[in-house]
């Protein structure tokens, strides 16, 4: 699998990212304060940022928001992890949503726009995950000239020094 080394637009994913990360851990906070008092996995119409939430997905939302805030401020390697993963976790969970929404297994209380809001969020995470890896530009040179090369012998035409 083909991950760029050190791309030009690393530092717009990682703000997107970021941006993303803050709306999921709002999103989680302010759902927690507003279903105080619920059941967990209480089936009520309690509407943050206008979607539906219950605590259980409340906090959950703040967890992930957390977790991926967290490293997208460490930055690094660590937030391509982490952006891979969580937001792999998002579109994974916004399909297991759409396959559930109409039965009684849906216990996060989820709608079909808060699917929707999950595979926005997930494939800003993921993408931002792609375009995160890291490393020193004498690495970036060499997989350059890899990725452009045609031949299989190409791959040594330029010395691993240049820069």
Not at 48 to 59: H, K, Q, V
Not at 71 to 86: K, P, S, Y
Not at 118 to 140: C, D, I, M, Q
């Amino acid at each position: 699998m083909h991950l760029p080394i050190n791309h030009r637009k690393r530092p717009l994913w990682r703000l997107l990212a970021g941006l993303s990360s803050l709306y999921l851990l709002a999103f989680g906070l302010l759902g927690v304060i507003a279903t105080s008092g619920l059941g967990f996995f209480d089936d009520s119409d309690t509407r943050i940022l206008g979607l539906r939430t219950n605590p259980a997905l409340a906090w959950l939302c703040a967890a992930l928001g957390a977790v991926a805030l967290a490293a997208t401020i460490i930055g690094r390697d660590a937030a391509m992890i982490v952006n891979l993963g969580v937001g792999g976790a998002l579109i994974l969970g916004g399909l297991a949503a759409l396959a559930l929404l109409s039965t009684s297994a849906n216990k996060l209380s989820l709608d079909l726009s808060t699917c929707v809001v999950a595979f926005l969020v997930g494939s800003v995470l993921l993408t931002a995950g792609l375009y995160g890896k890291t490393g020193p530009p004498r690495e970036a040179v060499v997989e350059e000239v890899l990725r452009h090369s045609t031949r299989p012998g190409d791959k040594f035409a330029v010395e691993p020094n240049a820069e």
